[in-house]
Nanobody, 120 residues
Framework: QVQLVESGGGLVQAGGSLRLSCAAS????????MGWFRQAPGMERDFVAG???????NYANSVKGRFTISRDNAKNTVYLQMNNLKPEDTAVYYC??????????????WGQGTQVTVSS
């Protein structure tokens, strides 16, 4: 019942930056976690970053030091600032909302995805 809409993807050269946004609407729970996953062609959908309602953050090791997740609870929106992008970051990025960061892939709601392409 929660609708998630991602935006901000595009084509960027290696070393560049993009900022993704995800806006939630419809029925929401009071203290849900939100986060980002990504899926490259022929690969599984993998966790990128997550943030709880109170601000606790988890990152995948591959993006630590380069990506920053944040949220605005008043706007029901989560962001992913991606710096120093690498070709291996190329994927469709999906927003997720769930009771816990660790259960997002199992029980979370998904957005439609936004394409990020990093050229070398």
């Amino acid at each position: 019942q929660v609708q998630l809409v991602e935006s901000g993807g595009g084509l960027v050269q290696a070393g560049g930056s993009l900022r993704l946004s995800c806006a939630a609407s419809g029925r929401t729970f009071s203290r849900y976690a939100m986060g980002w996953f990504r899926q490259a062609p022929g690969m599984e959908r993998d966790f990128v970053a997550g943030i709880t309602w109170s601000g606790t953050i988890n990152y995948a090791n591959s993006v630590k030091g380069r990506f920053t997740i944040s949220r605005d609870n008043a706007k029901n929106t989560v962001y992913l600032q991606m710096n120093n992008l690498k070709p291996e970051d190329t994927a469709v990025y999906y927003c997720n909302a769930a009771p816990f960061i660790t259960t997002m892939q199992i029980e979370g709601s998904w957005g439609q995805g936004t394409q990020v392409t990093v050229s070398s």
